[in-house]
């Protein structure tokens, strides 16, 4: 594809991204511009443009949130439903941090070098695993789509808004008892391990818990699952601590899960 071609299409998806942002700023306050040039390489424009060639989005409204390894937008679906497009950053020198969660997954053992291949296969690593944990029945945001470093899910939210998560809802027993559910299914159904279990990480919707951010998780046989999955034990039990909750022992919580 020539020079000219490529720069009419990155060309025509930011224009559409230009024309479909809200009037209204969006409560998190990023500076879209900034977010879109540094996300939107050539590589990524022609993936989106793929995307909506193949219907599988019909245009992207803008940016949600952004963070150091990725950002989030806002798209919609051919059927009119609401799509959040994680875009990881090729750029970034982050996911070299993340090594520990690839290396020594059975399901990963042949690892490319470069930061490039490493975000492809981190993204495909939280695609197949909440794909996994969906096939299961547990309660996590649905898969739709993975290419290269963009996944793309369903946007749990209204009007571009993303539903609170627990770190920012008042929370309750029944929260905590289901959280603990959450990290004994993923165990037990999924065979896997969250890694990153957190308040961060958990939608609190009318229908319950439900989980995303699964880039981290391993499969049971990593050298580190059982120390994760204590250390996803802890970090839940101790937020709902601060949260004012009687919370069973950790240890005891992490007997009864393992058997």
Known sequence: MSNNIEKKIQDKISTELSKKQRKRTLDDGFKKN??????????????????????????VNGVVKSGKESALFWAVGPDE??????????????????????????????????????????????????????DCGINV?????????????????HNGKPQKNLLE?????????????????????????????SEYNIFKTENGLKLFDLGSAVDLEHPQAIDLLKRDINNISNFFVKRGLTVENPVDVFERIIK
């Not at 090594?99 to 690892?111: A, E, K, M, T, V």
């Not at 945001?141 to 939210?157: D, R, W």
């Open 141 to 157: 945001v649905k898969p739709i789509h993975i290419s290269k470093n963009v996944l793309v899910m369903e946007f749990i939210g």
């Open 169 to 197: 809802s008042e929370v309750n027993e029944d929260d905590y008892h289901q959280s603990l559910k959450i990290i004994s299914d993923l165990f037990h159904k999924a065979k896997l391990v969250h890694a990153d279990f």
């Open 34 to 59: 900034k977010v879109v040039n540094e996300v939107l390489d050539k590589t990524t424009v022609l993936i989106l443009y793929d995307l909506i060639k193949s219907k599988i989005i019909s245009y």
């Open 81 to 134: 439903s609401n799509l959040a497009l994680k875009i990881y950053l090729t750029s970034t020198s982050n996911f070299k941090n993340r090594s520990q969660y690839l290396i020594g997954d059975p399901r990963f053992q042949r690892i490319k070098k470069g930061t490039k291949n490493l975000v492809y296969l981190w993204a495909r690593k939280e695609f197949q695993n909440i794909s996994k944990c969906y």
